[in-house]
């Protein structure tokens, strides 16, 4: 159980560094710079080098997180233990006991008293 919740935890810093890593790259139009006016367009790693640094990065984290998907998702299929699964079942319920056979001797009936009431 321990590990689910590390590799959930190395899962979530692989997805956040992709973002970052697909957010820092180049597009083919030009950078956040160019799209809001900018003069000159500038890369953190210099023109031809960041852009292999990058995709490198991208790749890496890439096949990381789909990696980390599959795992995480086998290892969920399996989820959580049942409340009950650890309790023994309950015993099963015993014969029902026979009813008492009627009698052959008839009961008398009942003897009525002055106010009319039965005993």
Do not use: E, H, N
């Not at 997805?15 to 950078?31: A, P, S, T």
């Not at 006016?37 to 789909?66: D, E, K, N, P, Y």
Request: hydrophobic share 45%; aromatic share 6%.
């Amino acid at each position: 159980m321990i590990v689910y919740y590390l590799l959930t935890t190395v899962y979530v810093v692989v997805c956040l560094v992709l973002l970052l890593v697909i957010l820092l790259q180049q597009g083919k139009g030009g950078d956040m710079a160019s799209a809001f006016g900018g003069g000159s367009s500038q890369t953190a790693f210099g023109a031809r080098g960041g852009a292999t640094v990058l995709s490198r990065a991208t790749t890496i984290f890439a096949v990381l997180f789909m990696v980390g998907a599959l795992v995480l998702a086998i290892l969920g299929q399996r989820g959580p233990g049942s409340l009950v699964s650890g309790t023994p079942a309950p015993a099963a319920p015993k014969a029902a006991v026979p009813a008492a056979k009627p009698s052959s001797t008839p009961v008398p009936a009942p003897t009525p008293t002055p106010t009319g009431r039965p005993k």
